[in-house]
């Protein structure tokens, strides 16, 4: 069966700090990969995707980027943290049914 | 400009009571369809999905949802709210496009009381 785990489950950075979060997805192979933020009342925004390897689009500018080094290895990054990054972040991955498959999220505190 | 909009960011039902969530999209094309939960400081979980065939789709713990494509909604029900049944839950759709795109509706928190 199919498992995604990213990590660590809680971050607490300082502003300007470097920022990396994991996200590796097991039992399938060329998964479309995602990361959201999720803030309060404001729903999941999607930050980045990936349908293949070096493959990675930007939903919306930002201070954060995102690579995927390997099939089912996906990374969000940032060379220096802002306050406005605090959040819940998700890793998620679909196959082309479109239904997504959630990590269980990190929660970064920017200070 | 296609979007998903949930009425209501927070509900309140008695248990035992009916549980209604209501998610409306705009698009010409019918999309695909999903509901999602989540329990705090978890991930989402699928709850149910609609892509073609019947309308009236089954899900999880007792949820269903009927796409009615007349009045472009996807709402969310339960017959008999449980107190397990709180949580936030996120109506998503993806739409026709070129990519595997899903948006969000911002959610609706479930209050469940006793």
């Known amino acids: 069966s199919q498992t995604i785990h990213q990590w660590p489950a809680t971050l607490v950075q300082p502003v300007g700090s470097p920022l990396s979060l994991e996200c590796t997805v097991e039992?399938?192979?060329?998964?479309?990969l995602y990361w959201y933020r999720q803030a309060a009342g404001r729903g999941l925004q999607l930050l980045f995707y990936?349908?293949?390897?070096?493959?990675i689009s930007s939903e919306v500018p930002q201070n954060l980027s995102a690579s995927r080094p390997q099939d089912r290895q996906f990374i969000l990054s940032s060379k220096k943290l802002l306050l406005s990054d605090s959040g819940f972040y998700l890793c998620?991955?679909?196959?082309?049914?479109?239904?997504?498959?959630f990590g269980e999220g990190s929660r970064l505190t920017v200070l | 400009a296609q979007s998903v909009t949930q009425l209501g960011s927070h509900v309140s039902v008695s248990e035992g009571a009916l549980v209604l969530l209501r998610c409306n999209y705009s698009?010409?094309?019918?999309?695909?369809l999903f509901w999602y939960v989540q329990y705090p400081n978890q991930g989402l979980q699928l709850l149910l999905k609609?892509?073609?065939?019947?309308?009236l789709v089954k899900g999880i713990n007792g949820f269903e949802a009927e796409f009615k494509k007349s009045e472009t909604s996807f709402h969310l029900t339960k017959p008999s709210a449980h107190m397990s049944d709180a949580a936030e839950y996120f109506c998503?759709?993806?739409?026709?496009?070129?990519?595997?795109?899903?948006?969000f509706g911002i959610g609706t928190k479930l209050q469940v009381i006793p």
């Open positions: 998620a991955w679909s196959q082309n049914t479109g239904e997504l498959f």
């Open positions: 039992g399938t192979s060329n998964p479309n």
């Open positions: 990936s349908v293949g390897i070096g493959q």
């Open positions: 698009s010409s094309v019918p999309p695909y």
């Open positions: 609609y892509t073609t065939g019947a309308t």
């Open positions: 998503a759709v993806r739409f026709s496009g070129g990519y595997q795109k899903v948006t």
